[in-house]
Every structure is written in structure tokens, then in C-alpha cells.
């Protein structure tokens, strides 16, 4: 089994974990965002809860897609055997992002850590909707090795609460350190991980043979 197999089935697994764990937690065991909302101090705007609550389900929901999405056109048997399955697919990824980054938008003003870390959210929503477009106007002009990179790029991004809480828990648990700051240091963290992580893979991976497809 080569380090592209290997990398492939650690993502299934992270990937399938932590989509149950976030249906889990945001649908069954915390509906009301309880135990998140407890963290949010100081804001300057009042949240308007059914909305909030409706609005991160989608943002929630559609960040679970995503994730499920990219991680099938990951699958080399599966774009072998169907690439019309992969192309649409490749679309409801798409999609999926953009509602993800739609409804960030909208909850980003109520970021823990008020305006630093909501203006972070925004740039950050920008940036994976920028890197996602790149990736699909590689594909339309046939640049396939270029499109799976950019991919990758765009896939890492789904990743970003995981990211953003596990700093927070070590800085929080680990260090001492109050939840908000926590918060706001896992955001930034998060960020930069999400942009050289990718690259060292793609690196590693040393992704250089030609794949040719129909579009």
C-alpha cells in the first residue's frame, strides 16, 4: 500500500468521524447550541436565536456534504469508474461550500472574540471560496493535476472547526488560557495550518503524472 492509499484511508476515517460528530452534537446531544453559546460574552449584537439556530444547522448541515462530497472524488476507483459521478458530485461540493460560506457569513458577526476573530471568519470564508472557484476553472481549462491540488487545497478547508477547537481545547486545558482567547488563537492557528498543511502534502505526494479525462 503506497502513502497515497495510506493518507487516503486516515482521511476516510477523520473525515466519517467527525461528520457523525458533528450531526451528532448539533442535531441530537446540543440542538440549542447550549454549551457554545455559553462561551459568547460581550457581544455588541443581541443573536436572534431560532435564526442562528437555523442558520448554523445549514452551515452545519452543508458543511457535512462538503465534507462527504470531496472525500468520494478523492477516490481514484470511483473516478475511474464513473467521472460523469465525479463531475456532478464535484458540483454539489461546490455548492456545498458556498452555503457553508453564505451562512459563516451570516454568523461571523456573533464570533466568539467579537470583531477579530469575526473579521478572520470573513477572510477565511474568502479565501476557500477563492481557492474552490480556482479549482474549478482549472478542470474547465483540462488542467487536471492543477484542479486535484487546487482540490486539496479547498478539501482542507472543511476541516477548519476541527482545527479551530482542538487549538482552543489545548490552549484552553493545556495552558490556561480564558476560552475567548483560546478561541481567537485556534481561528489564526487554524488559518495558517489550513494554508501550509496542503502544500507539504501536495509536496509529499509529489502529485506530477498526467491524468487525462473527458469533460
Known amino acids: 500500500m503506497n502513502k497515497r492509499n ?10 466519517i468521524l467527525f461528520i457523525l460528530y458533528a450531526l451528532l452534537d448539533n442535531f441530537i446531544i446540543d440542538p440549542g447550541a447550549e454549551g457554545f453559546l455559553s462561551h459568547k460574552t460581550g457581544l455588541k449584537r443581541e443573536i436572534h436565536l431560532p435564526a442562528w439556530l437555523s442558520v448554523m444547522r445549514i452551515h452545519v448541515a452543508f458543511a457535512c456534504i462538503a465534507m462527504a462530497a470531496g472525500l468520494v472524488n478523492f477516490s481514484k476507483r470511483i473516478f475511474q469508474k464513473s467521472r460523469k459521478f465525479h463531475r456532478i458530485n464535484g458540483y454539489l461540493y461546490m455548492v456545498s461550500v458556498l452555503l457553508v460560506v453564505i451562512t459563516s457569513g451570516y454568523m461571523a458577526p456573533y464570533a466568539t472574540g467579537g470583531k477579530v476573530t469575526s473579521m478572520t471568519f470573513n477572510a477565511l470564508n474568502l479565501i476557500w471560496l477563492f481557492i474552490t472557484v480556482t479549482a474549478l476553472v482549472q478542470i474547465k481549462k483540462k488542467r487536471v493535476i492543477r484542479h486535484r491540488n487546487w482540490m486539496i487545497r479547498s478539501y482542507a478547508f472543511c476541516f477548519t472547526n476541527l482545527l479551530i477547537h482542538l487549538i482552543t481545547s489545548v490552549l484552553q486545558q493545556g495552558f490556561g488560557l480564558e476560552y475567548a482567547l483560546s478561541y481567537t488563537v485556534g481561528v489564526y492557528g487554524a488559518i495558517v495550518l489550513l494554508l501550509i498543511v496542503p502544500n507539504i502534502l501536495i509536496k509529499t505526494m509529489g502529485i506530477s503524472r498526467k491524468i487525462t479525462v473527458e469533460l
Do not use: F, R, T
Not at 495510506?6 to 473525515?15: A, N, P, R
Open 6 to 15: 495510506i493518507l487516503y484511508g486516515v482521511l476516510v476515517c477523520v473525515s
